[in-house]
């Protein structure tokens, strides 16, 4: 989809990072990445020089995911329902997409799913901890 739509996807990654232990189905956490680079590769798809940004960054027993774009943001008023079921500000989205992500990190990995706020674009990020067993 990306190439297709001329748009770039930068992607960075720890280097020497160490294992840590999150507990999980692996899918469910590919499906919510997958809901938040559509939504990315959406909403800067117009843009003159298109760009999608994932990385991934590990601080002690915690490891976060940010999908970030250069499309035009998200509004204030959006944001307050951003994780509401069938809220969409697309002509042809159901509204499901960030409310699946938000419920499956939350209930299936205990972790958190927020917006951050950007100068540019729209930045998300996936927050996952360490999984210690009782």
């Known amino acids: 989809k990306y190439a297709q739509k001329r748009i ?33 590769l959406e909403a800067c798809a117009l843009e003159t020089n298109p760009q999608v940004s994932i990385s ?4 002690d027993k915690t490891i976060f995911i940010t999908v970030s774009d250069n499309g035009p943001g998200i ?3 959006v944001r307050k329902t951003l994780f509401h ?13 960030l409310y699946i992500a938000n419920h499956l ?18 930045q998300f990020q996936i927050t996952l901890k360490e999984f210690i067993a009782p």
Not at 24 to 30: Q, V
Not at 56 to 59: F, G, I, L, P
Not at 105 to 121: E, M, T
């Open 8 to 40: 770039s996807i930068n992607k960075s990654f720890p280097k020497g990072r160490k294992k840590i232990l999150i507990k999980g189905e692996p899918l469910n956490l590919a499906q919510c990445i997958t809901i938040l680079l559509n939504n990315a």
């Open 56 to 59: 991934v960054t590990q601080k």
């Open 75 to 77: 509004s204030d008023a």
């Open 85 to 97: 079921p069938l809220e969409s500000t697309k002509s042809t989205g159901l509204g499901v997409g």
């Open 105 to 122: 990190i939350k209930s299936h990995f205990k972790g958190s799913l927020k917006h951050l706020p950007s100068s540019v674009g729209a």
